[in-house]
């Protein structure tokens, strides 16, 4: 099985930045698109960000755009998530997200293997 492990999450305040990361094993990571979700208690399941294999191309839920950036490193089995100027309202527990679809998608149905999840909380 597909095994993704995140890390990296914790408490900042608002305005500050955190890098989680994701690790992948039992898979051939190359081939898979790669996406974060979030879940806020009481909330969805909410998509934030995804990345294709080649990572030229990605996609961003219109609350993150031009504050958060996705990356992968095929060669470490890794993609990670660089959130600048983090707001309350982004506080969530973050899922990293392996799927076999073509190309990006939000749907968390497409997505086949999930991580433990990392809390993420920012203070106002």
């Known amino acids: 099985q597909v095994q993704l492990v995140e890390s990296g999450g914790g408490l900042v305040q608002a305005g500050g930045s955190l890098r989680l990361s994701c690790v992948a094993s039992?898979?051939?990571?190359?081939?898979?698109?790669m996406g974060w979700f979030r879940q806020a208690p009481g909330k969805e399941r909410e998509f934030v960000a995804a990345?294709?294999?080649?990572?030229?191309?990605?996609s961003y839920a219109d609350s993150v755009k031009g504050r958060f950036t996705i990356s992968r490193d095929n060669a470490k089995n890794t993609v990670s998530l660089q959130m600048n100027s983090l707001k309350p309202e982004d506080t969530a527990v973050y899922y990293c997200?392996?799927?076999?679809?073509?190309?990006?998608?939000?749907?968390?149905?497409?997505?086949?293997?999930w991580g433990q999840g990392t809390q993420v909380t920012v203070s106002s």
């Open positions: 997200a392996a799927s076999t679809a073509w190309d990006t998608t939000p749907r968390y149905d497409d997505y086949n293997y």
């Open positions: 039992g898979g051939t990571f190359s081939r898979y698109l």
């Open positions: 990345i294709i294999w080649s990572g030229h191309r990605t």
